[in-house]
């Protein structure tokens, strides 16, 4: 298949017991060079009768993305009130999540990694950024009858073409 970016992607099925057979680098190698396209290795999944293997090749993206984070609490609390997420995501697509929980201490680091951590499985999931963005609005609501306000920012970069969006 070849998606709106046009990048390629490439499901092998084959019987389970031929896996072992296969050298899969000579196999991504020969399949970029029929296709025109560098595939890296494929990721390998057993269906569910185990009998068969779908291998997944997925093109290559131009660029990687490197990050690093650290937390440091208030002065007058050993917790941390922000919270932080890298998600790998699938079509060459990565996001940085960051939270802030408002005000410090427990209060604040529990609204913001519950924040980061609904978001981070709601985008893996591949629900969109705004249905995402509604719905843990929707969990911090009615999360307890206190009021429960973080801040959320994502980073979503594509790595085929380099551009990043905002939210």
Known sequence: TVDGGANMTLEVTIPTYKLSRLDLTELTVSLSDICGRDFGLPACKNRTDCAATVMTFTEKAVYTVKWGATQLGSSCSRLCGDSYSYVDGRGGRVNVILSDGMGSGTAAAVDANMTV????????????????????NSALLVKSGEE???????TAIDLYTGQAHFY
């Open 117 to 136: 951590s609904l978001i981070t499985k709601l985008i893996d999931a591949g629900v969109s950024y705004t249905a995402a963005l509604k719905i843990v």
């Open 148 to 154: 429960s306000l973080s801040t959320i920012d994502i």
